[in-house]
């Protein structure tokens, strides 16, 4: 069995490290990184029972250089983020420096949790998955002898439900079944396959396909999202399809850090594997390294923050947020700075550290005085003698709340007026007794429905009869949701949505405003995946109607660029 060569000198070290700013995550430690590598390698090596030197003559080799290859960007990923959550405790919740004690007691927490609890539960499924790769690899070569699999549970009190559910499974080696419930199917999973020569294979009723594309089958529990794989045929110990939202936890980086991340965080990758393991040549992430020597004074260094700072500026943010973030990248560097500075040198940085404090409280004031500003806007419009109802309005049912229906068309005309609507455009306003909706030029509400919601549907319409702004509504939406994966909106918030009801969550304020609206369409000789709608523009009247207050300061970007369009 491997050890883990790590003991708690090297944790204290570490730790001691990450406050002084010697190892931050523009230095990630590189002995940590190839420690854990090479430990949980060597789990994969003693599962084939050779030295990897030994492996080239195996006929497995290029499924052991690939586990190799998935666990060295595993590595240096998990050693990324332990570094990422050690250094957030460098400041505490009123961005003041704790002290060394206060921040050793919580980092030497994290710590132990990534380099010991977690990484030996990572040992174990390293071994798990290793030993399905490698009987994967014996069931593909022998399935002319023994055609079928069967799905096996320990059959005890401890056996998982959902692994129960598999139990007695019989199908042919080369089923869709085996490539996402081949066991391991979770943590500590003790299910098994056997090989069967002769057999009736069980009849399967699928019944739908999850986001990721697994099949979902009746009766059958799906197993937990970072264990739908078969490790022999993906060739993977832990999952990273960012394409189908499957990745393990430490493959998820901020967009800041996505760059850093293609080049395996600058961490050196073994000769053996570099073929395997494209590494991009972009920009460095943003974070700050220095050189004591290049600096004369802490204004220097404070300058040299502020212009690295400004290279990676959010461009969704607004000016003063911008500044902001740009005072706590500030801040960041002086607690790097610091480095256990003492008399003089550390008495400036500390009267520059409540400089900055000051600065970010005076901002933080702008902001809500800019919040405020748009707040007063937008009530000014409501109230406003602007907008009539019946310019857009057709008909209306007699079984709805036509007063409602009224409010919501004049407050949408005194908010969009209307420039942005076609002269020719009229609304149908009918009854239905279940989810209000809006289809081509109809929109269908329930008795009990409000303004708000008529306010919502109107949304879809504009985006419906306006091919210029909906264009701009797709390229923000597009710009703003690049970087999530698709989820399933009951998943992500509890809610009765349908299962086909999807979303990239985004940092919206609400998931839903990421619904994804595609059909399959035609065009120039082939089938083209087509965004018809969005809720940008209808979950903006939503938040404005219900919370603007709290619309503008939780997502002042979407408030913002829909605002804009409405006046341009």
Same mark, same amino acid.
Not at 187 to 201: E, G, L
Not at 523 to 538: F, L, P, V
């Given at each position: 069995m491997a050890n883990f060569d790590w003991n708690d000198a090297d944790s204290a070290d570490l730790v001691q490290k990450v406050f002084t700013g010697e190892i931050n995550i523009a230095n990630l430690p590189i002995e940590l990184y190839e420690k854990t590598a090479n430990y949980l390698t060597q789990g994969v090596f003693d599962v084939y029972g050779i030295g990897y030197d030994q492996s080239i003559m195996m006929p497995e080799f290029e499924t052991v250089r690939h586990l190799k290859a998935n666990i060295t960007v595993f590595s240096s990923a998990k050693t990324f983020q332990s570094i990422l959550d050690m250094q957030s405790q460098l400041l505490d919740e009123n961005g003041n420096i704790r002290s060394f004690a206060e921040f050793e007691k919580r980092a030497s927490k994290i710590e132990s949790l990534y380099n010991r609890a977690w990484l030996k539960a990572e040992y174990r499924t390293t071994i798990n998955q290793a030993r399905s790769a490698k009987n994967w690899d014996r069931y593909s070569s022998q399935k002319n002898t023994f055609p079928y699999l069967r799905y096996e549970t320990k059959d005890d009190s401890k056996v998982r439900p959902e692994h129960a559910s598999m139990d007695g499974i019989t199908l042919p080696v080369d089923h869709e079944f085996w490539n996402q419930y081949f066991?391991?199917?979770?943590?500590?999973?003790?299910? @098994?396959? +056997?090989?069967?020569?002769?057999? @009736?294979? +069980?009849?399967?009723?699928?019944?739908g396909t999850t986001d990721d594309g697994t099949p979902e089958f009746k009766g059958v529990t799906l197993p937990d999202q970072l264990f739908r794989l078969n490790s022999g045929k993906h060739q993977v110990i832990f999952v990273d399809d960012k394409q189908k939202g499957l990745s393990h936890p430490y493959f998820k980086v901020d967009t800041r850090y996505k760059a850093y991340q293609d080049r395996n965080f600058d961490m050196p990758i073994p000769n053996d594997v570099k073929d395997l393991i494209p590494v991009a040549t972009e920009i460095k992430p943003?974070?700050?390294?220095?050189?004591d020597k290049k600096f004369k004074t802490i204004d220097d260094r404070i300058e040299y923050i502020k212009t690295e700072s400004e290279k990676y500026a959010n461009p969704v943010h607004l000016e003063t947020q911008m500044k902001m973030d740009d005072i706590l990248a500030k801040k960041r560097g002086l607690v790097e700075l610091s480095k256990y500075a003492t008399g003089e040198k550390r008495s400036q940085i500390i009267a520059d550290f409540k400089k900055l404090c000051d600065e970010y409280d005076e901002l933080s004031v702008l902001k809500d005085s800019q919040v405020d500003k748009y707040t007063n806007d937008v009530i000014g419009l409501l109230f406003s003698n602007n907008g009539s109802a019946n310019a857009l309005i057709d008909t209306v049912s007699k079984s709805v709340d036509k007063t409602q229906v009224k409010t919501g068309f004049e407050y949408f005309n005194k908010i969009v007026g209307n420039k942005l609507i076609p002269n020719d455009v009229k609304i149908k306003v009918g009854l239905d007794s279940n989810r209000a909706g809006y289809v081509s030029s109809t929109i269908k509400i329930n008795k009990k429905e409000t303004f708000e919601t008529i306010c919502h549907e109107l949304g879809h319409m504009l985006e419906d009869k306006n091919a210029q702004y909906f264009n701009k509504i797709k390229q923000y939406y597009q710009q703003r949701t690049k970087d999530y994966p698709i989820q399933r909106l009951k998943d992500l918030t509890g809610k009765n949505y349908k299962k086909t009801e999807l979303t990239k969550a985004d940092k919206f304020w609400n998931p839903y405003t990421g619904k994804q609206y595609f059909w399959n369409v035609w065009?120039?000789?082939?089938?083209?995946?087509?965004?018809?709608?969005?809720?940008?523009?209808?979950m903006w009247f939503t938040h404005a109607l219900s919370d603007l207050n709290g619309f503008i300061k939780n997502d002042f970007d979407h408030f913002q660029f829909v605002f804009k369009l409405f006046n341009e």
């Open positions: 066991p391991p199917n979770g943590w500590n999973c003790r299910c @098994t396959i +056997t090989q069967i020569r002769k057999a @009736t294979p +069980t009849k399967l009723d699928q019944i943003p974070v700050i390294q220095f050189d065009r120039s000789g082939q089938m083209i995946n087509d965004q018809h709608g969005t809720e940008i523009t209808s």
